[in-house]
């Protein structure tokens, strides 16, 4: 099946967000893939905000924050979080529980400071990019020798496409709204370089390209209490 461009993946994601553009405060999760998105909404509710619209969208190709920025740039955005992708993927060799553990507390963090922050407004949240541990689940041997790639093997830029074709492992890609940056993409576990020691993003998997797009608002309706006896007479 084709990688849909990152042309197309923007307009479609710029479509999501648009009627928001505003409206809302927007805020973007660094790291946090669409996995996350029952947490995220779990999270808005105990801090008094409803959900009024949820989706996902796909970001842009390498799944890499420098490429999403420039697009989330024209956008527009209130406030970006960088301490998922710092802590919870780049801050120490991934172990499943040690690093969901870190996601949930992180993320119960910063949804109560965007909550605290918004002060009311309603709210959108989404991300740059997911990330993937895949290469920490499987057994993987060095397969590639691509040494300028990037975030341990999931990319690599490279000086023409012309030099390259796609195998089952990666794919020769270039964004169609941006030429002149070809890359090599991986797109299951198997690194570009080494074995993986991190959680990590920059491919084309499914957790790496799928995040969150959440709008919320204040919650309108409070739970029903029974009037005490003396309330009643």
Known sequence: TPIKSSAASDVYKRQLIAPYVGETDIYVLDGVGAEYT????????????EVEYCDYASCHLPSITDVNKEYMASI?????????????????FYKSAIN?????????EKIRDIVQEAD????????DHGATAR???????KKYNFDGSDHE????????KDD??????????EDEGKPGNPYIISLNETSLYNRPKYENHGGATIEEMLVPVIVASPQ??????SPSPRDTR
């Open 153 to 160: 093997g999931r990319c690599c830029k490279i000086a023409s």
């Open 135 to 141: 290469a920490k689940w499987t057994e993987t041997k």
């Open 220 to 225: 309108t309706c409070l739970l029903y209490t």
């Open 164 to 173: 390259f074709t796609d195998t089952v492992d990666y794919i020769v890609y």
């Open 120 to 127: 009311g407004k309603k709210i959108l949240i989404t991300a």
């Open 100 to 108: 969901l553990r870190k996601a949930f507390d992180i993320l119960e």
């Open 76 to 92: 527009g955005y209130k406030e970006w979080f960088l301490d998922f992708d710092q802590i919870v993927i780049h801050g120490e």
């Open 38 to 49: 029952p947490l995220i909404i779990e999270l808005l509710v105990i801090n008094g905000y």
